[in-house]
């Protein structure tokens, strides 16, 4: 007998702004992701002062699943999906991000959406701001450096709540919200955050005032999203690499538990509603002088998440060196590579381990329930003349996380809620802008120039995934 819980979210995962395309359909505006221009692995994608002529920005047209989510969807309902994750394109909703009154076709669309889903029987889990901020609110703003985001982004997230409360019960506040510790490359901050640093900028205090104003702001939505209704279930969403150290020196410990506090302390305020004291520490040690008021602490006690969502993609490893005696982790130079496991064609470290550890982790730290609302093999598909991807590659990488995650469930005795792999359908890689690099169950035949019919059709995955759900985890 299967140990995962009667009405387990088995889905896929996706994000509006990958996959939508009709970047300026309904009255939509640019978002960040509408800037960036497709790069490749070791080529960062660039960050254009707005829409610039003559450069391939991937997300403005994406897969189209503005106009082909009603075909999407009947693939997802056959590959079994009791859940389908992804979000509102907040500029669908607020063009600009500053304006008073919400855009009606766009909240139509994802009305049409909602009750697409659940024809089919698909809850939708709905994450408010996916790497897809108005970019409006980075010119006009400076993205979250600013305070005033926080009255913008709760009216959002209000807006959204209020429309959608009897179609969305299942509710994520920022994607990914500590990617931005690294602080150091220009993607996290600009995706996370709309955060463009000036030449010579101390850059770790922006970041940390940036990520305090979107946790009073998750904290606020919460706030608000229970007074509108309390069934509603809002979480947080956290990309966990866990940091292991590279041995069993002192040093390595100390290094890799310094490592975690940097990376993980947001998910401390989403759940415990306070920082946590190393942290305001280290502000003090650094002279970080943040505005932190006490009018945002008592926000965020009165907004703590429900849940954990978060992501598992690899492990991280990191070791102590000579030249940082006090330990300090800098995601940009402290990471080192781990000699036990494999690595994909992007340099993502495979460790199907590191899931059952993230999985304990998280339930020994908060006990709070948890889901996976990504987890995935990006990978080169081929495909055959007779139209069919033989990728094995990505059974063999879901199966042995699914295989650990069942570890966690049945023998530690962790609380998941369920699993929601990334990029069930193809769609613009989010770190590189590349189409190559693909997730999916269903290829789309679209490449990285945006050639190609965009035609879906189904991998060897698909059949192996539609039974990986039928048998509640059983089969793998
Ligand atoms: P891509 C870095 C590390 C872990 C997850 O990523 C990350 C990133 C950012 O690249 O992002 C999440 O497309 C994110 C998705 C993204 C997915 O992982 O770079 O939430 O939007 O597509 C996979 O291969």
Known sequence: MSGFKEGFLWGGAVAAHQLEGGWQEGGKGASVADVMTAGAHGVPREITDGVLPGKNYPNHDAIDFYHRYKEDLQ????LGFKCFRTSIAWTRIFPKGDEQQPNEAGLQFYDDLFDECRKHGIEPVITLSHFEMPYHLVSEYGGWRNRKLIDFFVRFASVVFERYQHKVK????????????????????????????????????VMF?????????????VKAGREINPSLQIGCMIAMCPIYPLSCAPNDIMMAMNAMHRRYWFTDVHVRGAYPQHLLNYFARRGFELDITEEDRAALKQGCVDYIGFSYYMSFATKATPDNPQLDYDESKSLVSNPYVQKSDWGWQIDPVGLRYSLNWFWDHYQLPLFIVENGFGAIDVQESDGTVDDQYRIDYLAAHISEMKKAVEEDGVDLMGYTPWGCIDLVSAGTGEMKKRYGFIY???DNEGNG?????????????QKVIASNGESL
């Open 75 to 78: 693939l997802f309902a056959e």
């Open 170 to 205: 299942y509710w994520m506040t920022f994607n990914e919200i500590n990617n931005q510790a690294n602080f150091h490359e220009d993607f996290a901050p600009f995706t996370n955050s709309g955060l463009k640093y000036q030449p010579g900028e101390d850059r770790e205090p």
């Open 209 to 221: 005032q940036a990520a305090h104003y979107e946790l009073v702001a998750s904290a606020l939505a």
């Open 444 to 446: 789309v035949d679209k």
């Open 453 to 465: 019919t965009l035609n879906r059709s189904k991998k060897k995955s698909f059949a192996w995934y």
